[in-house]
């Protein structure tokens, strides 16, 4: 399972303005901004966009200044592959260590779409214990209780985090990891395509 949400994208003005430094080219500018306050590429400053993201990273130097802030929930074990891209993003996510204990832990609270029904009983079993244990902990601040429910806590569980990151990263993401066997990544690498412009500027660079 992932949710995506409250999608921003930003500097799509800016980048687009730098990328005519090289050449001081700005009187070609043709990009404005439409009646609902989106910024609109113009014919000329969409097709320099997408020559200088074929001629490869040295050029495309312009999408890293195209900034995108996103809420993102999924399980730990996707966002364990996430991790993996540190360069150039910033992630705020809500807190096992501090918050964990502060509410009933539900079927719900976990990604369980394609567990088989054994595997389903057996993860409300122990979703059950895991609410004892925090029961206990609300109830004592035993710390036992506590460290069993950090290092229990399956990697199904789903977690929000508040991401900053930049058209560049999502280039890489999307063609590292568009044919992965996670659906969660399928999920995110077709929510990247909905993003303006990323299928005219991504899908034919490689």
Same mark, same amino acid.
């Given at each position: $399972?992932?949710?995506?949400?409250?999608?921003?994208?930003?500097? &799509?003005?800016?980048?687009?303005?730098?990328?005519?430094?090289?050449?001081?080219?700005?009187?070609?500018?043709? +990009?404005?901004?439409?009646?609902?306050?989106? @910024?609109?590429?113009?014919?000329?400053?969409?097709?320099?966009?997408?020559? *200088?993201?074929?001629?490869?990273? !040295?050029?495309?130097?312009?999408?890293? /200044?195209?900034?995108?802030?996103?809420?993102?929930?999924?399980?730990? @074990?996707?966002?364990?592959?996430?991790?993996?891209?540190?360069?150039?993003?910033?992630?705020?996510?809500?807190?096992? $260590?501090?918050?964990?204990?502060?509410?009933?832990?539900?079927?719900?609270?976990?990604? =369980?779409?394609?567990?088989?029904?054994?595997?389903?009983?057996?993860?409300?079993?122990?979703?059950?214990?895991?609410? /004892?244990?925090?029961?206990?902990?609300?109830?004592?601040?035993?710390?036992?209780?506590? @460290?069993?429910?950090? /290092? *229990? &806590?399956?990697?199904?569980? !789903? /977690?929000?985090?508040?991401?900053?990151?930049? @058209?560049?990263? *999502?280039?890489?993401?999307? #063609?590292?990891?568009? +044919? =992965?066997?996670?659906?969660? %990544?399928?999920? #995110?690498?077709? %929510?990247?395509?909905? *993003?303006?412009?990323?299928?005219?500027?991504? &899908?034919?660079?490689?």
């Amino acid at each position: $399972m992932i949710k995506i949400e409250h999608a921003r994208v930003m500097n &799509l003005e800016g980048a687009i303005r730098g990328a005519r430094n090289p050449m001081n080219s700005w009187n070609r500018m043709d +990009s404005y901004y439409d009646e609902e306050g989106r @910024y609109i590429l113009g014919p000329n400053d969409l097709d320099l966009a997408k020559r *200088l993201c074929r001629a490869g990273s !040295d050029h495309r130097k312009f999408i890293r /200044q195209i900034l995108v802030s996103v809420d993102i929930t999924a399980p730990l @074990y996707w966002w364990k592959e996430f991790d993996t891209y540190k360069v150039g993003t910033v992630a705020n996510s809500t807190s096992t $260590m501090h918050k964990l204990h502060a509410k009933p832990i539900e079927l719900s609270d976990f990604s =369980h779409d394609h567990l088989t029904d054994e595997a389903k009983e057996a993860l409300v079993s122990y979703i059950e214990f895991l609410e /004892q244990r925090r029961k206990h902990f609300a109830e004592t601040k035993d710390k036992e209780a506590w @460290y069993d429910l950090i /290092q *229990l &806590l399956p990697s199904s569980y !789903d /977690q929000k985090r508040t991401v900053s990151m930049n @058209y560049e990263n *999502l280039l890489n993401m999307y #063609y590292a990891r568009r +044919s =992965h066997k996670l659906d969660e %990544w399928h999920c #995110y690498c077709d %929510w990247i395509l909905t *993003l303006p412009y990323t299928k005219a500027l991504f &899908l034919e660079i490689k």
